[in-house]
């Protein structure tokens, strides 16, 4: 099993910035595709973007590209949401998450954080 916690979210003005960390214990994240999904009151949890085990391939929701950036840092066994240009739209709980196969479909994942929230005010 692996254990994810994220943290980094925060309250920010519209147009500004934030780096959502994903931190993992238990399993390397090498083994994992990795996800972050997003979910505002009320609405479905919605894929934002993944980072795909072995060749790292990278993946957005429509909404998010050019703005979010995935990455993983292997040494640190941490996945980033990198995100810029901020939208009052983009507030949610974010939540990262493990699975084995690419995938934008929450159950294509297997393991959850417990999210943290971002919220962009106008």
């Known amino acids: 099993q692996v254990q994810l916690v994220e943290s980094g979210g925060g309250l920010v003005q519209a147009g500004d910035s934030l780096r959502l960390s994903c931190a993992a214990s238990?399993?390397?994240?090498?083994?994992?595709?990795m996800g972050w999904f997003r979910q505002a009151p009320g609405n479905e949890r919605d894929f934002v973007a993944f980072i795909g085990r072995g060749d790292g391939i990278t993946y957005y929701e429509d909404s998010v590209k050019g703005r979010f950036t995935i990455s993983m840092d292997n040494g640190k066994n941490t996945v980033y949401l990198q995100m810029s240009s901020l939208r009052p739209e983009d507030t949610a709980t974010y939540y990262c998450?493990?699975?084995?196969?690419?995938?934008?479909?929450?159950?294509?994942?297997?393991?959850w954080g417990q999210g943290t929230q971002v919220t962009v005010s106008s």
């Open positions: 238990g399993r390397t994240l090498r083994m994992y595709t």
């Open positions: 998450a493990a699975g084995t196969y690419l995938g934008r479909n929450p159950l294509a994942y297997s393991y």
